[in-house]
């Protein structure tokens, strides 16, 4: 399938080979729905897509658990879903080894998600401490 979607745009050469090439760089991922999101969160796919560029992610679709196959660019991006540790995300990204806002720190807290969705949504991520 590679091959023939080249040969119809050759521009897709570039993306393939930085996929598949197995060197560094962006990679095709399935990571568990609660790097991006509490256990028991719900959240659209907007929403999680939003967390996941913050990292310099991609986010693809996803696979609740239960489903046989990952939903790739789901058409219902506002539908509000219950995410949990047992669903995955279909990523695009680098992998730095770590995973910056999770390891050190235990379980992600509800300020951690706070301060992703902030910065995806181009506030500062730190908090207001002027009085009113």
Do not use: C
């Amino acid at each position: 399938k590679a091959l023939a979607m080249v040969s119809e745009n050759p521009q897709l050469s570039l993306i393939l080979n930085e996929l598949l090439s197995g060197s560094d760089g962006n990679e095709l991922y399935l990571r568990p729905a609660t790097q991006y999101a509490l256990d028991g969160e719900e959240l659209n796919v907007w929403e999680i897509m939003a967390r996941a560029r913050v990292r310099n992610h991609t986010m693809l679709g996803y696979q609740l658990a239960g489903m046989e196959k990952a939903l790739l660019n789901p058409t219902d991006k506002m539908k509000r879903i219950v995410w949990h540790a047992e669903d995955a995300l279909v990523i695009i990204g680098e992998d730095s080894g770590v995973d910056e806002y999770i390891i050190g720190r235990g379980r992600p807290s509800l300020e951690d998600f706070s301060i992703i969705s902030q910065k995806a949504s181009g506030q500062s991520g730190k908090p207001d401490t002027s009085k009113h």
